[in-house]
């Protein structure tokens, strides 16, 4: 378990190789854990408890607990009627100059995709490494693991009666289990859909969305990404055909002023006709797979070229 932890925490970059860190604990099984791995690990770690004053003596009982068994500082508050999100801002709010880690589990992050899916319809997840510098090393490990090495090491912790309460606890305690029913691998099934949800950038993402029929999204760095109806590719944005452009598998030559290299376009007809590129690409017999990364020679909007097909004078085209 620990070689899972430390791996984690390497490819992800989450803490420096004996760095310092401060454990965010609640005194329950999973950042109890997470203190004592991290120690293990030979991480120079400290810990910080928040006491909400929600649960009267019980939320004392805790902070004492913390502060005794784990070397805790305590930071106190009133937070009575805050909501689970006021809370969580209260707590992260803490030292905020130095690095700070949570106890989060793999189990966190399935009830975490599960309430996001049911409120927004995404299945963003928990990140391994926050913006604010908050880290989880403990995402590759389930809840029952963190309490297994808890009872295997005869470490002490508190346990939380009042997370059955909660939003999470709601998940965790009546709708995993009924999921579970339906399939044994139910929480493993859904964290699968970290691995398969959509990352990309939002230009991207709305190109794809748009109800257009044919429509095109500047990505930044030279390229383009274009859909026509049901199709999507990548292509290079126009390039000056100042003596030779390389593209694709083309090698293009010209001495002629105002020419460019790019990409076809839908409704793209040849300089001075009324033939359709698309028809000199069919009757060409080239795949419509290989059309989209084919070149055309243009000067402003007319294509005067197109490598291997059309031929103009004064421009040569060669595969590379």
């Given amino acids: 378990m620990l070689e899972r932890v430390e791996a984690n925490i390497r490819a992800n970059d989450l803490i420096a190789p004996g760095g310092e860190v401060l454990c965010l604990v609640s005194g329950g099984p999973d950042s109890t854990c997470l203190y004592v791995v991290l120690r293990e690990l030979g991480y120079d770690v400290s810990a910080l408890h928040v006491n909400y004053g929600l ?10 607990f913390c502060e005794r068994e784990l070397g805790a ?58 913006d604010d510098g908050v880290v989880r090393p403990l995402l590759t490990l389930w809840r029952e693991e963190t309490e297994a090495f808890c009872r295997e090491r005869a470490i002490l912790y508190r346990a939380d009666a009042s997370n059955a309460d909660t939003v999470r606890g709601l998940i965790r305690g009546q709708i995993l289990p009924l999921l579970e029913q339906l399939h044994p691998a139910a929480r493993a099934n859904i964290l699968r859909a970290l691995d398969r949800r959509r990352t990309m950038p939002p230009a991207l993402a709305t190109l794809i969305d748009s109800p257009a029929g044919s429509k095109r999204v ?95 004078p004064g421009i040569e085209a060669v595969r590379a």
């Fill in 218 to 312: 500047d990505l930044g760095g030279g390229l383009q990404a274009v859909r026509e109806h049901d199709r999507l590719w990548l292509e290079h944005v126009p390039v000056a055909l100042n003596g030779e452009v390389r593209w694709g598998g083309w090698c293009i030559r010209s001495s002629l002023p105002g020419l460019r290299v790019r990409g076809w376009r839908p409704g793209d007809r040849l300089a001075g006709r009324s033939k359709k590129v698309q028809d000199v690409f069919v009757d060409a017999k080239i795949p419509r797979s290989d059309r989209e990364g084919w070149p055309l020679v243009v000067r402003g909007d007319e294509v005067v070229a197109v490598p291997g097909i059309v031929e103009a």
């Fill in 55 to 64: 649960r009267g003596r019980d939320s004392d009982d805790d902070a004492r």
């Fill in 73 to 130: 500082e305590i930071v106190e508050f009133d937070a009575r009627g805050a909501s689970e999100a006021e809370l969580r801002a209260i707590r992260y709010a803490q030292a905020p100059e130095r690095l700070r880690a949570t106890g989060h589990t793999a189990s966190d992050q399935v009830e975490t995709i599960l309430y996001r899916l049911v409120t927004s319809g995404n299945t963003k997840g928990i990140k391994a490494n926050r």
